[in-house]
């Protein structure tokens, strides 16, 4: 079955640094967009950045300038570096990918959403 791990998370200061990564695997035929969520405590679940097969990237505003988005396809792991934090950085981080399996693609299925059990990144001021 399909999983996406996530990987980087940890305890950092304001001003510092952390890389996410997230490794996708399974019978996987393509993978299309490929993002990063993020849920702080007590609030909902948004979008934070996303980068489709053809590379288009897209930022919620909260981060732009700060985060950068990337993806390995040989390797099926998407990453965000996250530079300059700050405490309302602090959540849980959510990989999420649209993913085409081997199945679906022998059926003529899209691909569907996948969910990583997301990693906890938390910014002391």
């Known amino acids: 079955q399909v999983q996406l791990v996530e990987s980087g998370g940890g305890l950092v200061q304001a001003g510092g640094s952390l890389r996410l990564s997230c490794a996708a695997s399974?019978?996987?035929?393509?993978?299309?967009?490929m993002a990063w969520y993020r849920q702080p405590p007590g609030k909902q679940r948004d979008l934070v950045a996303a980068?489709?097969?053809?590379?288009?990237?897209n930022y919620t505003d909260l981060v732009k300038g700060r985060f950068t988005i990337s993806r390995d396809n040989a390797k099926k792991t998407v990453y965000l570096q996250m530079n300059s934090l700050k405490p309302e950085d602090t959540a849980v981080y959510y990989c999420?990918?649209?993913?085409?399996?081997?199945?679906?693609?022998?059926?003529?299925?899209?691909?569907?959403?996948?969910w990583g059990k997301g990693t906890l990144v938390t910014v002391s001021s």
């Open positions: 980068i489709t097969s053809g590379d288009t990237i």
């Open positions: 999420n990918a649209e993913i085409r399996t081997v199945g679906a693609h022998i059926r003529g299925r899209d691909g569907v959403d996948y």
């Open positions: 399974g019978p996987i035929f393509s993978i299309n967009r």
